[in-house]
């Protein structure tokens, strides 16, 4: 295949998906922040203490119920309807065996938390929701191999819209810790629902060894490395739930859960739009390489300034949202976003590998992201603070992310100072454009007679403005071609196409 026929019509899918999975991410980003603002608000600092004990054991087993295969399917050049069938089926009896193991579990939890008795029904009812989230991930990976991801985004949009509704009913009146957990509950079912009645796929009745051994290899090491990733990003509630109390858990807890709206969001946007298109490329290295340098470029261009600037603007950010309430979290939450930078380039490089089957590497990333997340807690926990452990784990994602950066160029044939010189212009520029909106937090004395709130709106719509306006002027004069390409694709090339 030549360059030039990297045929527009791949092209195109490509623009649409990473057109609708930047709707999906900005639309549910925006519910969830608004539902989020409102249990923040209303609920005390103990109940998403309480909650945040069981996301934990939540999150490791939703990663048992898919065991990889999901990400083995998109990796798959050409998957077939025996491979969907068998890992639907695979992924459903492995959710009902996790499940009633920790049904009966619920009380050792209880126990490990301080006998918090409370934990055994919330537990046990908030673990459903990985049973039905388990339900849809074929469904949603079959629209994602097709790089069709618009149902995807609809069903999102819909099941935080019913969630956000019910958890905030529950909330007003009175239900504490049940809010967060119904919520949860009514999301997965909803998105499943959803994808189930307009995903235009239902399973057979057939379960095939084949198909098994084929996505054997590849389900298998992206679950051990999904292990260990998991296993790093939840293991400082653990310790912060068993070694501090639910309320430090709870500060703990809103700060991670706001940082990760920015560097989640984009993770998904790039794995979702990219790595589908770069398994095709899997036997083409230099489109590959091209593909790569391109996705290089624009992930810096969306990356730095938003986590860099959200990062500067937290605490206006926190005032305006929270008032004063949530002021502990707000040196968590800024260290947190930068780090954030550094798990979505990690994230990034992970995708590389996993597009060309490097599955084992992977792995070894994952091995070393570990062995260096425990060595900061060992480092900063006798410190007896939680932002000591926080600045631990980003300086863990430091180092972690220059290994990978080795690992990955070394991997795929595509040298370090290419893949450095690649991000650097888009991060100098965000430098830039942080420290102009930095500076307008000297105007702060001056709106000390306002309410936290009100100064806090208006301090963040002038850092914002700042901010935006420097980057994207900045942009235009040097220019970036990323600015181009992203504004000609917003204001262009879907205008008067269907999609």
């Not at 998403?48 to 990796?75: E, N, P, R, T, Y």
């Not at 009175?174 to 998105?191: H, R, T, Y």
């Not at 937090?441 to 806090?456: E, F, T």
Request: hydrophobic letters at 55%; charged letters at 10%.
């Amino acid at each position: 295949m030549s360059q030039d026929n990297a045929t527009p019509s791949l092209k195109l899918r490509t623009a649409r998906t990473l057109k609708w999975n930047t709707i999906d991410r900005f639309a549910t980003q925006v519910l969830y922040a608004l539902v989020g603002l409102v249990l923040a608000n209303v609920l005390p600092q103990a109940d998403f203490g309480v909650v945040g004990v069981l996301l934990v054991f939540q999150a490791f087993a939703i990663l048992f119920v898919d065991s990889g295969f999901g990400a083995a399917l998109l990796q798959r050049k050409e998957p077939t309807e025996e491979d969907y069938c068998t890992v639907f089926w695979f992924n459903l009896g492995v959710s009902l065996l996790v499940y009633a193991i920790l049904y009966f579990c619920a009380p050792v939890i209880a126990h490990v938390f301080h006998d918090n008795l409370q934990l055994i029904p919330l537990s046990r009812v908030m673990f459903l929701t990985f049973v039905l989230n388990g339900l849809s991930i074929v469904q949603t990976n079959r629209l994602m191999k097709r790089m069709d991801v618009k149902m995807v985004a609809v069903a999102n949009v819909v099941a935080l819209t019913v969630s956000g509704a019910v958890g905030i009913a529950l909330a007003l009146t009175g239900f504490g810790p049940w809010a967060l957990v119904w919520q949860s509950v009514v999301l997965a079912g909803v998105k499943s629902a959803w994808l189930w009645i307009t995903g235009g796929w239902l399973p057979r009745k057939g379960f095939y060894i084949t198909s098994l051994k084929k996505i054997w290899r590849v389900g298998l090491s992206v679950f051990s490395s999904s292990a260990l990733n998991t296993l790093c990003l939840n293991i400082y509630s653990f310790i912060i739930g068993i070694y501090y109390n639910f309320s430090s858990l709870g500060v703990y807890t809103q700060a991670d859960k706001w940082s990760k709206m920015g560097s989640a969001s984009i993770s998904q946007i790039l794995t979702s739009s990219f790595v589908p298109l770069l398994s095709k490329f899997q036997d083409e290295p230099d489109t590959f390489h091209r593909y790569v340098g391109k996705i290089n470029r624009f992930t810096a261009f969306i990356l730095f300034p938003v986590m860099l600037g959200v990062a500067a603007v937290g605490m206006p950010l926190f005032h305006t949202l929270f008032g004063t309430k949530w002021d502990e979290a707000i040196p968590l939450f800024q260290i947190l976003m930068v780090r954030g930078i550094f798990i979505v380039l990690i994230s990034l490089y992970s995708n590389y590998l996993l597009s060309l089957g490097y599955a084992r590497r992977i792995f070894s990333v994952e091995l070393i992201k570990d062995a260096l997340i425990i060595g900061a807690i060992f480092a900063t926990i006798w410190f007896g603070s939680v932002e000591a452990l926080v600045w631990g784990q980003l300086a863990a994602s430091v180092i972690t992310y220059i290994i990978v950066l080795l690992i990955t160029s070394r991997a795929i044939g595509y040298n370090t100072r290419r893949m450095t010189a690649d991000l650097l212009p888009s991060l100098l520029i965000s430098l830039v454009a942080t420290a102009s909106a930095l500076a307008l937090l000297l105007i702060q004395n001056h709106l000390a007679a306002m309410s936290p709130r009100l100064s806090g709106a208006i301090l963040l719509a002038a850092m914002l403005g700042a901010g935006c306006l420097v980057y994207l002027a900045v942009c235009r004069v040097v220019r970036l071609p990323e600015l181009k390409e992203a504004l000609g694709y917003a204001a262009g090339r879907f205008r008067n196409r269907k999609s």
